[in-house]
């Protein structure tokens, strides 16, 4: 990994994005999207992380990433703040081909995600604490005893 990263013009954010992903922990997964098999043998135990990945239906949820994050009526820091969310599901229409406009919204310079609460009515959060904005995925095999980094995954367009 170092090795690949003193090549990476941006090091110093793939180094804090590797961090920010494994903050979240691993799952345990049975098959990888994105590792091609003739790498790694299907049965060969292997996690990737974050773990929250694999825990919602990123086109339909979000997670609130962090604790007591400001829920708000509209987007804007001023706003009146409605509730507090902790790493709490919410639905979304995340989905980037499908949103809508009001999804995500940029506001004084602050990106503002849409999520409906479970009273029907919508919210939004300042959109650096939403799951949905992380894309990158780390994978890990033990591969001849040893535990190795076979992914560093971010789709393209991102």
């Keep these: 990994m170092k090795s690949y990263f003193e090549n990476d013009a941006n090091a110093a954010e793939s180094w804090n994005a590797l961090r920010w992903i494994l903050r979240f922990g691993f799952k345990r997964m049975t098959k990888s999207r994105h590792i091609d098999s ?12 974050p773990s929250f990945k694999t825990k919602i239906d990123e ?8 604790e007591r994050v400001n ?15 902790s790493y709490e599901v919410f639905a979304c229409d995340c989905n980037s081909n499908t949103h809508k406009k009001t999804t995500y919204q940029e506001v004084d310079g602050i990106g503002w995600m849409e999520i409906k609460l479970k009273n029907g009515k919508v919210g939004y959060i300042a959109a650096k ?23 560093f995954f971010m789709p393209l367009g991102c």
Aim: proline letters at 3%; charged letters at 30%.
């Design 38 to 49: 003739r790498i790694i043998k299907n049965g060969i135990p292997r996690f990737q992380a």
């Design 59 to 66: 086109e339909n949820e979000l997670i609130v990433l962090g």
């Design 71 to 85: 829920i708000r009526e509209e987007p804007s820091l001023n706003a009146k703040v409605i509730r507090q969310a």
């Design 129 to 151: 604490y939403g799951s949905n904005i992380e894309s990158r995925e780390l994978t890990v095999a033990k591969i001849k005893g040893e535990w190795k980094i076979i992914s």
